[in-house]
């Protein structure tokens, strides 16, 4: 398990102190705006109507990135999720359309104009789910005091200023604070929530519907997930590069070795994104026609709902197929054998050029399965378990892996911070000893 070391030293670097203090006071500014709610809403009505009707539909994963404030109707309420869906979908465009592909690979300008589509992109998708989420709200009985266009309008133009803003916070901490700033969003969104999961846990030991033993394997499989997290998300299969030797002049080039990392891992949560959307929809759509169809709602929800034996199948087998999908996209075995052929490299024991390329492709082939399974297991663990323990469970697959990778990425660059100006590493195991250390 990885261990924390030298704690303190992170306070002793100027830098490292400014990017973790702008950090949390962005945090905080998105905790305050999560909790201003939009205009004409009942929102004592509103939380107990997304406790009892939303498990598993697609305005449930929405409040999975906006850490909750959905449940309020806040102004921040889209949170990260356009940005997050508008990069994503410019992600593919840039593989799948050439003049998107060739402007990404024309450096500092390339880039500032791919994340300016994306702006716009964000805009676009946060108008639509804006207009659906007021929509949704606005169907339901006794949530709105005064339905009608203005409250529409009012709700959609809130509800998307909110998401450029929260856009434009996540942005404003990749320049000036710590990791990635829309990761690090969605991190502190699911992590102000523990101390209600905590305090939610408590009330069902006091009132007997927990015993000690049932809390211990709860802490017990919550600290097993972890690790497996850890341990999953750090695995790599390390591919050995040779490169040739040049004589330029009197001098001798190359001749070194290297390696190209393959993650066990490498779409991220990508898939659990696609599949959660994919099959949130018809439970959505059930909830904007129960007042009228209340049979249809029952029977999507006894079909998709999150619990149900046909989610989590058909959830397991579209995150296996977007992993393998996502992967074959954003990962081209052709380009990087030429690239690797045109550095002078060569894979020991394998002749460059489509050698290499089938080579990668068997690779990420072999790879690939155990990490869609991994994925594949971790969004329906917490189901299987909350089923067979017939205990609830406070955590979620996709939450866990959000927040663990977002915690390894952060302490990776703070201890790359702390090794730079010579200071002890922040993780102990296998790291070097900087000159100051204390």
Known sequence: MVQLHNFKNIFLVAELRKKLTFTLIIFAVFRFGSHITVPGVDISALYNMFDKSLAGGFLSYL?????????????????????????????????????LEALSKEGEYGRSVINQYTRYLTLGIALVQAVGIAAYVEHQPGLVNNPGWSFRLTAVLILSVGSLFVMWLGEQINAHGLGNGSSMIIFAGIVVNLPAAIFRLWENYQIGQASILMIALLIIILLGTIACIIFLERGERKVPVQYAKRVVGHKVYGGQSSYIPLKINPAGVVPVIFSSAILGMPVTIAGLVATRWPAVNSIVLDWFGRESLMYNVLNGCLIVFFTYFYTAIIFNPVELAENIRKSGGFIPGIRPGKRTADFFDYLLTRIGFPGAMYLATLAIF????????????????????IVVGVALDASAQIESH???????????????????AR
Do not use: W
């Not at 909750?68 to 508008?86: D, E, H, M, N, T």
């Not at 917490?382 to 892996?401: A, E, H, Q, R």
């Open 418 to 436: 702390l090794i730079e100006r010579r200071y002890d590493g922040f993780l102990s195991s296998g790291r070097l000893r900087g000159r100051y």
């Open 63 to 99: 409040d999975l990135f906006s850490g909750g404030a959905l449940r309020y109707f806040s102004i921040f309420s889209l949170a990260v999720s356009p940005y997050i869906s508008a990069s994503i979908m410019i992600q593919l465009l840039t593989i799948m359309v050439p003049s």
């Open 382 to 401: 917490p189901s299987v378990i909350k089923n067979f323990i017939s205990f609830p469970v406070f955590f979620s697959g996709v939450s866990l892996l």
